[in-house]
């Protein structure tokens, strides 16, 4: 089965990689890791499939570019090595227990971009755990965005995509399960809320139900290994149940 | 009057900026330029403020950092100077009719940092503008997605946004306005698509005329100036009837 690590930079996409692969193997299944970022200087885990061997931002750089011009660059020159991609991917799958896919630095890199939008096409049966650490959820209306980037990643890449907390080691995380768990808790509370992005967060949490079937959001620490088990739990429900992640 | 220009990488910000200034003060308007991106090594106009003057991406590359881990880490170094940065902003603002801003290269970095986060709380009634690029819509669904993220910009830094399709003159227009134009248009054709994503995308359409007024769609192009009288417009209409972009 397929997993990839989604989320913005700094989510810890790639420590998570690293870590639930150990403990995948730990566990006794075979498992492979699949590199996308271009920008990355040292993994801690050794891939299976790396698109540095294609290209590096940094030799984009060398040429002269800016680092994002360069990360752009980069996925424009893989574009045409999609299909292989995707096949050397397809191929560890059918190795494998689990492929474990490291997405670029920056989310919308991969979600923006012809490279990563098609190389999902080839895997529509995937798994997408959407990475967002604690020190984005500082408002009420956070948590509101945090429930809709996962749709949107769900909408740009068509796989089903489970939204995780990451680094939950460092946080409060009673606190923020209330508004996570609980999204009639976290829409009574926006309805207080004066301004108008308040108001906006209200409304799109209270439609919230209406376009996706209740999501349970995964608590995850690389470090501690919290919320791993659940992880591997929904991943197997993902792949024998079709998708049903309640 | 502030008007902040947001968008993926590659989207057109800073020529954008730069053009539409130019276009400005030809028409006898007074204009300031304030560039947040940490990582830009050229711009095509003379910045008033300029992050780069504190942090740039590439001196934290030289110290060993990926280009994504140096331009989180310099937006991370920014947060003490976010009250400064915005007094400057402000006073730039007493001063003259315009003030352009030229975001991040990359979104996330704005949308999902404190830098980006706390610097536009401070201007709340700033415009953003939205701007995606015809290469983004392969699919009805990606029209889905680009009203969207839209919205996402609205929620996350708390100003009003209005979408701009960038780069016009490198595209068949007509028929993207089709989709752009007319959501109910857009909705009945996403009823058609068979696919889970489809079905996402023709809910989350089907909702957003109760998420949001009826918004207007630019369409800009900085090499034929198309579009520059009509953004002109919102803006003043943004700042002198409070936010009505019907």
Chains 1, 2 share one sequence.
């Not at 492929?99 to 971009?113: A, C, K, R, S, W």
Request: charged share 25%; with cysteine.
């Amino acid at each position: 089965m397929i997993l990839a690590f989604i989320g913005t930079a700094g989510s810890g996409k790639t420590t998570l990689t690293a870590e639930f692969g150990k403990y995948l193997e730990e566990n006794g299944y075979s498992v492979a890791y699949v590199n996308l970022d271009t920008g990355v200087k040292k993994l801690p885990y050794a891939p299976d499939v790396d698109v540095r061997e294609d290209v590096t931002a940094w030799e984009l750089m060398e040429e002269g570019l800016g680092p994002n011009g360069a990360i752009v660059k980069s996925y424009d020159l893989l574009i045409p090595k999609v299909s292989n991609c995707a096949d050397k991917i397809r191929e560890l799958d059918g190795k494998n227990d689990y492929v474990l896919i490291d997405t670029p630095g920056q989310m919308e890199t991969f979600l923006f971009h012809e490279f990563g939008v098609r190389l999902m096409e080839a895997f529509p049966d995937a798994l997408g755990v959407y990475l967002f650490s604690p020190e984005i959820l500082r408002k009420p209306t956070d948590f509101c965005s945090a429930r809709f980037f996962g749709l949107m990643i769900d909408l740009r890449l068509g796989i089903t995509t489970v939204p995780a907390l990451s680094k939950v080691d460092t946080a409060n995380v009673d606190e923020l399960r209330k508004y996570l768990d609980d999204i009639e808790y976290l829409t009574a509370r926006l309805k207080l809320e004066p301004s108008t992005q308040g108001l906006l967060a209200y409304k799109l949490c209270s439609v919230l139900p209406e376009l996706a079937p209740p999501t349970r959001v995964l608590y995850l620490s690389a470090k501690t290994r919290e919320g791993f088990d659940e992880l591997e739990t929904v991943a197997y429900e993902h792949y024998c149940t079709c998708g049903d992640l309640t």
